[in-house]
C-alpha cells in the first residue's frame, strides 16, 4: 500500500461515519416528531411506517431519539477526546522535553492518576456537582489523556535530540517555543492516529456512564441511555436494545477501522 492512501475498509468506515453524521443532523430535522414530547397513544408500537423504527414506553419516535442520542455520544467522543489530546500532548512533550526530576515528576502524577479507580470516582463527583455535561468530559477527560501522554513523551524523549532541535536549542529560542514550533508539529501524524483511535474508547466510556444513570439527563438520551432503557424491555420490546446496540457498534468498529487506516496510510511500514 502507498504511503497517504486509506485502504478499503478505512474508507469504506469513513463513508459510513460520514452517513451517520448526515442522518444525526437531518432526521431530528425533518422528522414530524419530537424527541422529548410524549405520546400516549403509540407505545411500544413495533416498527412500522409511520415510525420506521418504533416507538419506546413514552410513544417517541425510535428514530428521532436514536439521531439525538447519537448527536449526544459523538459530541461527547469528538469534545472530549480533543481535550484529551491537547492535555496529554502538552503534559508528555513538556515531560519528555523537560527531561530529569521534572520528567519524573510528571510521569508519577500519571501513575498516581492511573490508580485512580474510574467508577467511584464518578460516582463521587455526580454526588457533588449533580449530573450534567461538563462531568462527563470531566470524568472522561481525567483518564483518557494518560495514554497519550505517555506516548508523547517516549516520542518526544527521541525526538529532542535530533539536528534540528539542537540547531534550534543554539539559536537560544525558549523551551516553550522549542515545544510549540518544533516538538508537537513533528508528533502531529502519531497525534492524529491516536486521536482517532481515543474517540471510539471515549463513546463507549460515555455509553458506559450513560448505562449506570451517570451520564445525560433526561429528555434527552445517549446511545449508553438507550441501550439502558432497552436492557429493561429486551424480552418484550427487543427492538429497544438491539437497534441501539447495533447503532453504537457501527459507530465505534468504523471509528477503529478509520483509525488503524490512518496508522497505516501514515507509516505502511509499520504495517502488519
Not at 471510539?200 to 438507550?226: K, R
Amino acid at each position: 500500500m502507498k504511503a497517504g492512501v486509506l485502504p478499503r475498509p478505512a474508507r469504506f468506515a469513513l463513508v459510513l461515519l460520514g452517513l451517520v453524521v448526515l442522518l444525526a443532523l437531518l432526521v431530528p430535522l425533518l422528522s414530524p416528531y419530537d424527541y422529548a414530547t410524549p405520546n400516549w397513544d403509540e407505545l411500544y408500537l413495533a416498527p412500522g411506517a409511520a415510525h420506521p423504527l418504533g416507538t419506546d414506553g413514552l410513544g417517541r419516535d425510535l428514530l428521532v431519539r436514536l439521531m439525538w442520542g447519537c448527536r449526544i455520544s459523538l459530541l461527547v467522543g469528538v469534545a472530549a477526546s480533543l481535550v484529551s489530546v491537547l492535555i496529554g500532548v502538552l503534559w508528555g512533550a513538556s515531560a519528555g522535553y523537560a527531561g530529569g526530576n521534572t520528567d519524573a515528576l510528571m510521569m508519577r502524577i500519571v501513575d498516581i492518576l492511573y490508580a485512580v479507580p474510574f467508577i467511584p470516582l464518578v460516582i463521587v463527583l455526580t454526588v457533588l456537582f449533580g449530573r450534567s455535561f461538563l462531568l462527563v468530559f470531566a470524568a472522561i477527560g481525567a483518564v483518557s489523556w494518560l495514554d497519550i501522554a505517555r506516548i508523547v513523551r517516549g516520542l518526544t524523549l527521541t525526538l529532542k535530540n535530533r539536528e534540528f532541535i539542537e540547531a534550534a536549542r543554539a539559536l537560544g529560542l525558549s523551551d516553550t517555543t522549542m515545544i510549540v514550533r518544533h516538538v508537537v508539529p513533528n508528533l502531529l501524524g502519531v497525534v492524529l492516529i491516536y486521536a482517532t483511535l481515543t474517540v471510539p474508547s471515549v463513546i463507549l466510556f460515555e455509553a458506559f456512564l450513560s448505562f449506570l444513570g451517570l451520564g445525560v439527563h433526561a429528555p434527552l438520551a445517549s446511545l449508553g441511555s438507550l441501550i439502558a432503557d432497552g436492557a429493561n424491555h429486551m424480552t418484550s420490546h427487543p427492538y429497544l436494545l438491539t437497534i441501539p446496540a447495533a447503532l453504537l457498534t457501527l459507530i465505534v468498529c468504523s471509528l477503529s477501522y478509520l483509525g488503524d487506516g490512518l496508522r497505516d496510510a501514515l507509516d505502511p511500514r509499520g504495517r502488519r
